[in-house]
C-alpha cells in the first residue's frame, strides 16, 4: 500500500531554513506528481508546493514562493522541501502526498518561533 513518511520537521528561528523529506513506498513514485502540504494551527490544509513528474516542472502557492524549493530523488524514491528564509506564520505541520490523492502521511511538525 501507499506509505509516505515525512520528516525533518523541528524548531527553528525566524530567518532560518530547514529541509524536510517524505520517504515514498508502495507505488511507482518516479510517475507520479507530489505535492507538499501544511496545515497551521487552526488553518484549513493547503497545497503549497507541487512537482511533476516527467519534466520536475515546479509551482509554488504565494505565501512560499521564492522562499521555499520543492525536489525530488526518484532513485531514493524520496520528495524534499528546502524552506528558507522561515517565519513564524510559517509555523505549521508539513505533510507530502502524491498531488491530487490526498494520501497524506503522518505529517512533520515545524515551529518557527525565538
Known amino acids: 500500500q501507499v506509505q509516505l513518511v515525512e520528516s525533518g520537521g523541528g524548531l527553528v528561528q525566524p530567518g532560518g531554513s530547514l529541509r524536510l523529506s517524505c520517504a515514498a513506498s508502495?507505488?511507482?513514485?518516479?510517475?507520479?506528481?507530489m505535492s507538499w502540504y501544511r496545515q497551521g494551527p487552526g488553518k484549513e490544509r493547503e497545497l503549497i508546493a507541487t512537482?511533476?513528474?516527467?519534466?520536475?516542472?515546479?509551482w509554488y502557492g504565494h505565501s512560499v514562493k521564492g522562499r521555499f524549493t520543492i525536489s525530488r530523488d526518484d532513485a531514493k524514491n524520496t520528495l524534499y522541501l528546502q524552506m528558507n528564509s522561515l517565519k513564524p506564520e510559517d509555523t505549521s505541520v508539513y505533510y507530502c502526498?502524491?498531488?491530487?490523492?490526498?494520501?497524506w502521511g503522518q505529517g512533520t511538525q515545524v515551529t518557527v518561533s525565538s
Open positions: 502526498s502524491r498531488t491530487a490523492y490526498r494520501d
Open positions: 508502495g507505488f511507482g513514485f518516479s510517475m507520479y506528481a
Open positions: 512537482i511533476n513528474s516527467a519534466d520536475e516542472s515546479t
